[in-house]
């Protein structure tokens, strides 16, 4: 027996994962990316999207409650509020996930905007983020309406109106478009199903474009790289690099303390619901993401609404275009940055603005009533 070794069983957690691993294939994910992956700068696209799983989620709980006809909505909303198992917590919690997932994708658009990421070969994956930019306001605008307060019905108004200024295809958006089923409803199924399809689907590209070009490199390194490598590989060479899990498991922690501060401002601020609907009266002001268009209603009339987030997408989407600095350097593309700087300090200006203004009447028809 003496000198007889034998090889130590592998455990039974080391088996359960060989047996996972053999059928998923989990191992191909341990592909390497560069080690600055896991600085958060870097990871708040990956927190937005754990977010936007926390909110379909909560979503698809509430939407067991929710009732899309205009004479019940309101009740079905105060149902989840004082009836419904956990309602009023999972819809303070979709509430809060809504706004702080906003504010995380504004970072990271912010931060991909910083960093020149959107240049060569990303300019398409950076166009199809002004996509996601554009659903995320969509599911804020109709999620606003399904509350059918004062406020949202002061939304379905805008909308309507809207629509109308559109022509042809805006009669989508308007009550004109069929009897057969109210506005309110097939916004509904907008917030519920055409968004989050759209979302999701616009999602799976840009991962796939990640995944494809793989993340951008820091600010200014692609100009030390050799011809035949890429940024990427170029940022792993010089800085190392961490397996693609390594990088999940980051954002799976960051999302989960996103998730925590949501909880814990869902327990502790409720989700507004405002008063009861008076037709016919124009006195609420939009949420915090719409403020500061709100101004150019009074100054500009309701065509402000569809012309400038028309304008801000069509120039967002321009901006790999515009970037002639041929680096992402921050010190090359100064000029670009600032400009940035200034319409963000602009917007904040005219938010602010907005919030301490006396709410006016733009909805033809309103006046004197
Ligand atoms: C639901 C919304 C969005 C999700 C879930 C999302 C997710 C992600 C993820 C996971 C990455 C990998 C790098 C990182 O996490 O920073 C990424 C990269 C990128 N995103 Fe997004 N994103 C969203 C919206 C946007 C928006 C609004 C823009 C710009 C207008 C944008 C432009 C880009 C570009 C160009 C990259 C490649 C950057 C690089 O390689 O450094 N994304 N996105």
């Known amino acids: 027996m003496a000198g007889k ?9 080391d088996r359960v994962w060989r047996w996972i691993d053999e059928r998923l294939g989990l191992e191909d994910l341990t592909y390497p990316v560069p080690a600055h992956a896991n600085n958060v700068l870097y990871t708040l696209g990956g927190i937005t999207a754990f977010g936007v799983v926390a909110l379909i989620v909560t979503g698809i709980y509430l939407t067991q409650f929710y009732h899309g006809d205009p004479t019940q909505a309101r009740e079905s909303i105060e149902y989840i509020i004082t009836t419904a198992r956990l309602g009023d917590f999972v819809r303070n919690l979709h509430f809060w996930m809504a706004n702080l997932v906003t504010i995380t ?14 240049r060569a070969p990303r300019e398409l994956n950076w166009i199809v983020g002004v996509g996601l930019l554009s659903v995320m306001v969509g599911l804020l605008f109709t999620g606003t309406v399904l509350k059918w307060d004062q406020e949202g019905w002061e939304a379905l108004q805008h909308n ?30 907008a917030h ?9 689907g616009l999602m799976a590209v840009h991962f796939y474009l990640v995944k494809h070009h793989g993340m951008s490199s820091v600010p200014g390194h692609e100009e030390q790289r050799a011809r035949e490598l890429t ?7 010089s800085e190392g690099y961490v397996p693609f899990t390594s990088h999940l498991l980051h954002v799976a922690g960051w999302g989960l303390l996103l998730t925590a501060a949501g909880s814990f401002l869902a327990l502790v601020v409720a989700a507004p619901l405002g008063d009861v609907i008076e037709p016919g009266e124009e006195k609420t002001k939009p949420p915090w993401i719409f403020l500061p268009l709100y101004p150019f209603e009074d100054w500009i009339g309701i065509r402000a609404l569809l ?12 901006v790999p275009f515009i970037d002639r600095f041929g680096s992402s350097s921050l010190r090359r593309r100064w000029a670009l940055i600032a400009a940035a700087l200034v319409i963000i300090a602009a917007l904040v200006a005219l938010g602010i603005y907005a919030l301490t203004s ?3 009447e733009h909805i033809p028809g309103m006046e004197g009533e």
């Not at 012309?307 to 321009?318: C, D, R, S, T």
């Open 231 to 237: 940024d990427t590989e170029a940022a792993m060479r």
């Open 358 to 360: 006396t709410p006016a």
């Open 307 to 318: 012309w400038l987030p028309i304008a801000a997408l069509v120039g967002m989407a321009a």
């Open 5 to 13: 070794t034998t090889a130590a069983r592998p455990s039974v957690v």
């Open 160 to 189: 309507e109106e809207v629509g109308e200024l559109l022509g042809g295809v805006g009669v989508w958006f308007t009550a004109e478009f069929t009897t057969s089923t109210p506005l309110l409803e097939r916004l509904f199924i």
């Open 105 to 118: 994708l504004l970072l990271h658009a912010l931060r991909v905007f910083v960093t020149g990421s959107y």
């Open 192 to 200: 519920v199903a055409i968004l989050p399809l759209l979302l999701v």
